[in-house]
């Protein structure tokens, strides 16, 4: 599975961004999708992941309520709505894809990547 994330840039507090992760390969139904981040200087965080039917989703409390994972399987895409941002949220947004029943929010736990896009939430 090869990913492609686009749709960052820079954006001021309280708005918001829409990204999106296009994906190539026959099976990318199967695969369980999430999206991670990393700030200079920090570990690579999670954001939210969302199962291979698109059926259930999960997100840690830093982002919860303002941001929602969701695919088309059709379109072979995932997305991140992103609402209400806060500089904090500022990073490289990475997609990623697991062969996987479950949701997992550990980056080592992934098998294949995007390269990335940036996000900037100025004050």
């Known amino acids: 599975v090869q990913l492609q994330a686009s749709g960052g840039g820079l954006v001021q507090a309280g708005g918001s961004l829409r990204l999106s992760c296009a994906a190539s390969g026959r099976t990318f139904s199967r695969y369980a999708m999430g999206w991670f981040r990393q700030a200079p200087g920090k570990e690579r965080e999670f954001v939210a992941a969302i199962s291979w039917r698109g059926g259930t989703t999960n997100y840690p409390d830093s982002v919860k309520g303002r941001f929602t994972i969701s695919r088309d399987n059709a379109k072979n895409t995932v997305y991140l709505q992103m609402n209400s941002l806060k500089p904090e949220d500022t990073a490289v947004y990475y997609c990623?894809?697991?062969?996987?029943?479950?949701?997992?929010?550990?980056?080592?736990?992934?098998?294949?990547w995007g390269q990335g896009t940036q996000v900037t939430v100025s004050s």
């Open positions: 990623a894809a697991v062969y996987s029943d479950y949701l997992l929010s550990s980056p080592a736990r992934y098998d294949y």
